[in-house]
């Protein structure tokens, strides 16, 4: 059987499995990249309790891996009283883990602005969340596309090991196609190229022309 | 099912992931001595004389950096056996991490290389040097600074990522918590333990690898410390 006919074949599972990916990537990247907006603030909080609070979070999110926290959830969680559904058990773990490693990335950004932009900011006696959202933050955001598009990519992959929890996203599609006919060069190889595209054809491209046309927003011309 | 931490299972499970953590240090060690390798043939690859052949490795690597680790430890797991090479989950899992962080240690060397200046290799060239002298006796003491970061850190993501290879029943930290909860029906220390293993050890490796770090600057004459 040749390839054309192995996808026209299981095309109905493969094609739900790449929306329940895409639904689940979408909302957890919108929500995690909000919740890494709010841990970096929190990180860089005066109050000594908030902001210890908020980078032992990152800490410890960083120091395990994010298989670990998906299981522990999955698992540990209904012990609390909490059940949630599989797919929010996913999404939960994903924005989770965004929020912590996208923070020290937007706090990055954030250092990697001048000081003579702040030291401008205070002899202009600006308002300090004034300073943010005029000055600093628009230079920071555009530091930002470029990075923010890799770990999304990182994300995208990462977004795989919900299958393992059984969220029927593309991966678990295909393994259950690997399963039961036995194909593995085609289904994997198929999970491979769908991941590859989905980065290669839609991500890199579309946070490429983001930090364009950012730029041209500020009037910086590259 | 309530929350009730119990302190005698935990004592009784922690010698097994105890155990079970060696392994995962063993798994991250291979794995990513090997992928030290691959990366130098990714880079090689990249600066031939053969503009094709450098395409070709460049998008191999930017496939291999955009897939998910996941689907390629099934790939060489399960993709193996039909052209009748049969692989251990060990030796699979072994290769997948080698190739996968290869890929990503080939952009570090790359990014490394572009730090030295255009006139340390027209230098060499003028010296007539040879291309091994070049790069042992030159290149190579000048690219390592400043890629130690990169690669400190893509050891640490190396062993985070090594519980991917429970799903190829390679016997490490997860896999030995999940084979302790479905025995037990107890979830909670397992996991717990497990999560709390790989945080102390990834600070632990974290902390090593800063002092090795510093000693290679020091030992290279490249302590210039930002701070």
Not at chain 1, 123 to 146: E, K, S, T, Y
Not at chain 1, 179 to 206: H, Q
Not at chain 2, 54 to 83: H, K, M, S
Not at chain 2, 201 to 217: E, G
Request: charge should be positive; glycine fraction near 6%.
């Amino acid at each position: 059987m040749s390839y054309i006919q192995f996808l026209s074949a299981h095309s109905s599972f493969i094609l739900t499995g790449i929306l329940v990916t895409l639904k689940i990537y979408s909302i957890s990247m919108v929500l995690g990249t909000i919740g890494a907006f709010v841990i970096a603030f929190l990180c860089m909080s005066r109050n000594p309790v908030i902001s210890g609070l908020a980078i032992a979070y990152v800490e410890v999110i960083r120091g395990t891996p994010l298989l670990i926290q998906l299981f522990w959830l999955f698992y540990v969680l209904p012990l609390f009283g909490v059940y949630l559904q599989d797919n929010f058990t996913g999404v939960l773990a994903l924005v989770a883990s965004l929020s912590a490693w996208g923070s020290v990335v937007i706090r990055g950004a954030i250092d990697s602005i001048p000081r003579g932009q702040w030291e401008a900011c205070v002899a202009l006696n600006l308002h300090p969340i004034r300073r943010m959202q005029r000055i600093i933050l628009p230079q920071a955001i555009l530091v930002l596309f470029p990075m923010w598009g890799n770990l999304l990519v990182e994300y995208l992959k990462h977004s795989s090991l919900i299958s393992l929890i059984g969220i029927t996203d593309v991966m678990y599609q295909l393994k259950t196609i690997q399963y039961n006919t036995f194909k593995s060069a085609e289904s994997f190889g198929t999970a491979l190229l769908i991941y590859y595209s989905i980065s290669r054809f839609c991500l890199t491209p579309v946070f490429r022309q983001l930090e364009k046309s950012w730029a041209r927003h500020l009037g910086i011309v590259q | 099912m309530t929350f009730d931490w119990q302190w005698d299972y935990t004592f009784q499970i922690l010698p097994v992931l105890l155990g079970a953590a060696v392994n995962t240090v063993i798994a991250t060690v291979v794995g990513y001595t090997l992928a030290l390798i691959i990366g130098v043939f990714f880079l090689v690859g990249q600066r031939t004389p053969y503009r094709i052949l450098n395409r070709a490795v460049r998008e191999i690597v930017e496939f291999i950096r955009t897939t998910p680790l996941l689907a390629q430890v099934f790939f060489v797991f399960y993709v193996a056996p039909d052209y009748g090479i049969l692989l251990s989950p060990w030796t699979s899992g072994m290769i997948a991490l080698g190739v996968h962080y290869g890929a990503y240690l080939s952009e570090v060397y790359r990014g490394a290389l572009y730090t030295i200046p255009r006139q340390q290799w027209e230098a060499c060239r003028a010296l007539n040097l040879s291309a091994t002298r070049t790069y042992v006796g030159v290149i190579l003491p000048q690219a390592l600074p400043p890629s130690m970061p990169g690669i400190n850190n893509y050891f640490v993501g190396c062993f985070k990522d090594t519980p991917i290879l429970a799903t190829i029943t390679v016997y490490e930290l997860l896999n030995a918590a999940n084979v302790l909860g479905q025995t037990t029906y107890r979830f909670l220390e397992p996991y717990t333990l497990a999560g709390l293993l790989f945080l102390t050890l990834s600070l632990i490796s974290a902390a090593i690898l800063k002092i090795v770090d510093r000693r290679i600057r020091r030992a290279l004459g490249a302590d210039i410390y930002k701070e």
